[in-house]
Every structure is written in C-alpha cells, then in structure tokens.
C-alpha cells in the first residue's frame, strides 16, 4: 500500500491533459467555497434595507482622490442622492473611506458554529472618533429597497447550490433504482414502470412544475420551499435516468459476469449493487451532469416566475426578475443588474466542462485512480 | 407503417388519458379555485362567491367535475375559461399557433447551422472548424435560455428596435419580433444537434465503404452528403422528434422575458388565474405534440432506414 500523499501525486499527475476538467471542478470548487462562506463574502445582511439609497450604482474603488493624490489603500467616496425621481447620485469627496478587509460588519454563525461579525471586505470611517457613519460599500449597486446587490448574490448561491443539485441527486437515485428493478426483473415491473417513464417524458415539465407549486402556498419559508422544490423535481424528473439504467441493466444482464453471478445463486438485490451498478456507473454520472443545469434552471426559473423561492429570501431566479425590468435596464447600469445572469452561466459551464471532461477520457477517473494505486 | 401509426395513436390516447387525470387531480386538489382570487374584493360577498362556484361547476366533488370534463371533451369541446370568459380552444388557437412558428423557426434555425457546422467539422478532425464546433457546443450548452433571453432583453430595451403592443403588429414586425426568441430557443438544440452531427458523420466517414467510395472516385463532398449524411441522420431524428415537444414546453421562460404571445405564456397566466380549465386545455395540447414529434421521428427513422422498417418493432 502507497502512502496516501503518493498515491495523491499520482492521481494528480493523470489530471494532464483534463484541462476542462479541472477547470470545471475548479469553478465548482469556487461556487461551494463561495455557499460555505457566505456570510463572510457578503458585505450586508441580504435582507437589511437602505431606504435612503435606493437603485444606487456600484460603489467606485479608487486610488486616486479628487485633489489628485494618490494612496496605496484603496478607499471609496460617498454619496448622496441628488435627484430621488430619477434616481441620480453624487459623490461626496470631501472624505475618503478607505477599504478594510476583515471588517465588523452584522454578527452571523461562521459553518453555523463561531459566532462573528467579521467580513471579507468593509470600510470604515476614517478617524474612529468621527460620528459620521461610513457609507455603505455596494460592488454590484442597490436594488429598488436599497438591499446590496452583492450580498443578496452571494447568500442566493446557497439556496440555488442547495435544491438544484440536490435534486438532481435525488431524482436520479430514484431514477437508477427504478431503471435497474424494472431492467432485472423484466415483464409487467417492467412495462409499468416504463410507460409511466413514457408519461412523465411526454409531460410538458416546466408547464407541471409551476402547476405543482402553485398548489401550495406562495409563501414558504426557504427551508420549506427548497423541501418542496426537491421533492417536484425528483417527482417529475426520474424518468430520463430510469430509461437509462434500464436500458444499461438489460445490456449488462446478458454478460457473462451476471450470469455468473446469477448461477452461483446471488440475491438479485447484490447482483444489481455489485456487479450491475458498478458497470453502469459512468453513463449514469455523465448523464446525472447533463441533468444538473436543467434542474438548476428549473428552480432558477421558478424563482424568477415568482413561485419559487420568494422575497425577502434570495435565489438566482428572483434576482434575475429584477434583470427583466425593462425601465430599470434602461435607465441604469445594466451590468450589476445582470450579474446574476453572469453567474449562472459561469456556474453551468463549470457543470459543463465537468461532463465534458468525463466523456473525454475512455476511462473513468476513478478507475484509473485505482489502477495506477494498484499497479504501483 | 400504417399499423405503427395505428398503434401508436391508441398508445398516445391513453397516455393522454392518464396525463389529463393527473394533472386534473393535481390542480383541483390543490386548494382555491380561479374564484379565490375575488376574495380579497370587499364588495364580493361570500354568497356572490358560492353562486359563481356552482355556475362553474367548482363546488362538486373531484370525480364528477373530471367525468364532466371529459364528457365534454368527448364532444370536442375542451371547456370554458374562467379567466377569459371564452371557451378554452378560442383562447389556445392564435397562441398555438404563435408557438407552432416560433418552435419551427427555432428548429430551421438549428438545423441550419448545426448540419453545416457539423460537417464542416466532421470532415477533419483538429481543424479550424472542427476547434469552433467544439467552442459552440460548449458556449451554447452552458449558456441557459433564461440567460439569454434577459440578455436579449437588455440589449433590445436599449436599441429600441422593436416595440408596441401586441394588438398592433404588422407581419414585418411579427417577423422582427419572431427572431429574437426563435434565436434563443435554438441555441441549447444546436448544442446538442451538433455535437450529435459531427459524431456521427466523423464516425461514418472511417467506414469501410467510404473508402472504397473514395477508392472510386467518388468525390469529397458527394461522400459526405450521400454516403455519410444519410446514415448519419438516424440519431439526428430522434433529436428533432423529441426536442419538438421540448420545444414547445420550454419556452415558457423565453415566451415571458421577451412577451411573445404563446402558450408558454398562456400557461403562467393559466397557473396564476387558477384556471382549470385552460390549463388542462395547455398540457393536453403541449403533451400531445410531444407524442407527436416522437412517432414523427419514428415514422421518419423509418422512411431513412430500410433496416428499420424490416423489422417489425412497434413499441
């Protein structure tokens, strides 16, 4: 047996060559660090509101102040809002607030354990004694009830990390189950469960989904609607999957290791766990990534027709029904607006690349983990 | 043939069948009505409110109110919508239309580009083509139609190049505003017809009978239009067949973010209103063609191959 950190080294120098996949997993890697640390990304509580700037435009970073001095610390300006109709700022340059990292911000649990109120990035005021409150540092702008954009992004990432691919990992464990009890035991198991898969591919999903949640109350709380989401989608979404494993059950039923195993006497139950299961496992995870953005957007379009999740909570989708208001993207900055649609993209192409990645190869990477852990 | 498509009719009824049943269940059981939304108006009594629930049918149990339905339906009549006081069908029909344009212009769109991508890129592997294949099947599969269509938005809000309602329309502008989702709505299914496409010509033009076509003479591009297109196009079909029904469920999302009036929107409004009704009339006829478009690839599969039709398989 190798020691683990060479076997690591190993399996690290077989990623050459898997550059999509790596980098996919890397974006990933990014979007969870992202849920995990949240509430230390995030500059305000998504929920706080700031009345008296609303549809403000993304606070400016600068090194330069007005009077043309240059700092090595980054600070921002003020500002005031001139004109509440049309929503137009100014910036105040009579003080400088420079830019903090680690800053005291809202106090919240850290891996819902420490409690702290220290944030990624914050400003302060510039002498501690001054009464004046530091202005508020918004990187994406306000939105209409002066909430910061960007905190309101970075907290949604949890919610749309959580019911998209939990879902899909739900719907295709019941669509694998299914699949290989209807592949083994054949006849009627068979027939039904296949033209009910036929019925539930022949559905118009999306047109069921809202139907769906639209038999339950519009407000939920967002552990409930999450539950209720998951529990729509693996409803709904098994079918595809179950086609599959069925179709790689009867495949592998006919090879001679399963019929080996079937003559030595092997409950069905461990055929299908040790020697089908294994066998079909590489289709059925490339075909689990190809389902993950289309559950992704599900819920992301759910949110976005307003039966989702709903406000104040925050998801990809209800941000994104501000990005759809014609007046607010012609009269302001479109970009921070648009940031959530950015983000999505950038979060299925990783999704993408990782599929992408695992169809490249012939061999599965976790086979080739194995055999170069073996063969050494 | 004709006993497939005989079959496959009864398959698709009671498919139907069992899709109306379900949904009804589903959208009855779920608690208020299209009336419940009048219940927040002060001036409508509660009485008010009892008198146009029995003048819809709404106060009867479940299996009668779908016994009736279907009864009706059996007339060919597919009910009356409470939220637009027409019947059901009068609703559905411009807009169906509306989808049924969008959806074929979306596909001629893919088609389109995915067939001469794809054999462009097909012909040599490592190419510039094949390179740019590869970067729009990726692109184009991980950008969502969502996305895209907010996009698509921001920009046209911005350039004012389409506008007015949806009563004023002239056929140019019908046009103009026909592109925009039509556009968005083919991008995923060029994805996946041209990543499909150049597989299975690339494969197909390593065959044996390639080579001999070439040992022939036979020239590069009437090998790959006839000897490696052709069967070729059997994954191609299954595609086309199954993404016409997608099509016309997906643009949901694409149908609300750019106001095309089709039955993705129809079917929000249904969902919001509460109407049975209509909504039962927008799955009826979404999950229909979704039948449809399969037993269209189907008998298409057929007619390109002839070892298909040899066989006698039905299911």
Redesign the interface.
Known sequence: MKPLLRQLATAFRNLRGRSSLIAGILILAFFCLIAVFADLVATYDYRSQSRREPMAPPSSLRFQDAQGNWHPRPFIYARRLVDPLERRYEEDTQQRYPLELFAPGYSYKLFGLFTTDRHLFGVQSADSANSVEAPRLNWLGTDGLGRDRFSRLVLATRFSLIVGPLGTLLASALGILIGLIAGYAGSWVDAVFMRAADVMMALPTLVLILAARAAFPLELPPARAAALLITIFVVLGWAEMARLARGLTLELCQREFVQAAISIGCSPARILIRHILPNAARPLLAQTFLMLPAFLLAETSLSFLGVGLQEPEASWGNLLADAANLTLLERHDALPILAPAFVITAFVLGVRLIGRGLERFDEPFTTQLSKTAKSA | MLKLIFYRFIQAAL?LL??SF??FV??V???GDAISALQTNQQISEQTLETLRRLHGLDRPLPVRYGMWLGELAGGNLGQSIYFQAPVWNVIQPRFWNTIALAMAAMSIALAFASTLGLAAARRTGSLADRFCDLSI?LA???????L???A??FL??TSLIGGTATDWQTGTWLLRLLPPAFILSVPLIALLLAQTRAAVSARLKEDYVQVARAKGVSERLILVRHALRPALNPLITTFGSSL?GL???S??VE??LNWPGL?QL??IA??S?DVAL?MG??LI??AA??FG?LLADVMLRLNDPRLRRENHIA
């Open positions: 498919i069992l899709i379900l949904v589903l959208l059981s779920a608690g990726l599969s991980s950008t969502p139609r969502l996305v269509a907010i996009l938005l921001s809000a911005r029904g016309m469920s997906g949901v999302v609300q973010v993705g079917s929000v969902v919001r509460r909504l927008i799955v979404t999950s979704v039948l399969n």
